[in-house]
């Protein structure tokens, strides 16, 4: 039997740092107002002509080294992100350029906040089926240049930061040590309104963007935060418990929670309705905002960094995002 497992992490978030404070220069805004509601203290924003695929490149860099794997072993690429270079092709082929291995296939998920379970899942499934032996997974986004960084779109601007999160995975025959127990996706697109990006879109008549859609702002994000917080705390437990009822885990045998970070106030909400003690649950959003796809592998790479995710631990993570989807996976690190 061949099972998935991580070999190594790796996450790169640009330089700049923009505090809450720093955000009310450009919007009425305040520091007690995003941390009270959301636990956000600053995010990082990228400067000029980065993008999404530089930021994945760094990550992927420090994932493969941590790995110990040279970049010629990997036989396919899994990109997830919202925020791609361009509409088309996808985050990945630019990432395959620019890490220069021609020829291996190169694959998008776009699932939002749950981009990097799904990945997870795929690279799981695909390394389990023996068709691939090394596959770079990569969540990765650049939020800060498609926000509307004004009073009017400052319900949505201060929640994202830009950043990435990579990890490396490799076959392993050993049932009882290192490996993905598990995975588990969702997804409810009857809500795929509540949290989306209108524009440009192929529903518009005759043309992708019509001058009023650009007018009308349609071009940025648009969220029903109260619905999105209702649903996320209601999903996220749930899949957990799919996850752990998978695997005949009880949630005390968790070693780390690394959860999304939409916003703490979600997974505190979670952690509490569990039971699960404060210190087991590992939280970046003061520091990072939510980094969407990027968010779970860069929650990984922070927790190896600072010691508080060691080999043997069982770490469970849960993700709730834009389409809805949500996700879930039990992985023995
Ligand atoms: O990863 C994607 C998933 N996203 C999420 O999980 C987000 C889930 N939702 C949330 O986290 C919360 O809904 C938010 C943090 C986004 C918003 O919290 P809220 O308690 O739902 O606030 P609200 O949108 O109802 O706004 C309350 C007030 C409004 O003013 P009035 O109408 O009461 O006068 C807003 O205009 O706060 C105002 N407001 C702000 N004030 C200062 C909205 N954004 C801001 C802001 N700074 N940035």
Redesign the pocket.
């Known amino acids: 039997m061949i099972y998935s497992q991580i070999l190594g992490v790796g996450s790169y978030l640009p330089p700049r740092i923009w505090t809450n404070d720093d955000l009310k220069e450009i919007?009425?805004?305040?520091d007690e107002?995003?941390v009270q509601?959301?636990g956000i203290k600053q995010r990082h924003w990228v400067e000029g002509t980065t993008s999404t695929s530089d930021l994945a490149l760094e990550a992927a860099k420090l994932a493969l080294e941590n790995a110990k794997i040279d970049k010629s072993e990997l036989d396919l690429i899994i990109f997830a992100t919202l925020s791609p270079d361009h509409e088309f092709p996808g985050a990945a082929c630019f990432l395959q350029a620019k890490l220069q291995t021609p020829g291996i296939p190169a694959l998008d998920i776009r699932q939002?906040?749950s981009g990097f379970l799904y990945g997870l899942s795929v690279a799981d499934t695909f390394i389990k089926s023996g068709n691939y032996k090394k596959i770079l997974l990569v969540g990765a986004e650049v939020h800060s240049k498609g926000l509307d960084k004004t009073t009017r779109g400052?319900?949505?601007?201060?929640?994202f930061g830009d950043g990435a999160g990579a990890a490396v995975l490799g076959p392993t025959h050993d049932g009882t040590g290192s490996r993905v127990l598990s995975t588990h996706l969702h997804a409810d697109g009857t809500y795929a309104k509540e949290?989306w990006v209108k524009a440009p879109s192929m529903t518009y008549e005759g043309t992708y963007l019509p001058r009023e859609a650009y007018e009308n702002l349609e071009h940025f994000p648009q969220?029903n935060?109260?619905t999105?917080?209702v649903h996320?705390v209601k999903r996220m437990p749930e899949v957990l418990f799919e996850a752990l009822n998978h695997n005949s885990l009880t949630l005390d045998q968790i070693d780390l929670f690394v959860f999304?970070q939409?916003?703490l106030?979600?997974n505190e909400m979670v952690a509490k309705q569990l039971g699960i003690p404060e210190d087991k649950v590992f939280n970046t959003i003061a520091r990072f905002a939510?980094t969407?796809a990027a968010t779970i592998p860069i929650g990984l790479d922070e927790a190896v960094k600072c010691g508080k995710l060691k080999k043997g631990m069982l770490v469970a993570s849960a993700a709730?995002?834009?389409g809805f989807t949500w996700a879930s996976a039990i992985i023995k690190w």
């Open positions: 919007m009425d805004t305040s107002w995003i509601r959301t939002q906040c400052r319900d949505v601007a201060v929640l949290l969220m935060g109260k999105v917080f996320a999304h939409a916003n106030r979600i939510n969407t709730f995002g834009a």
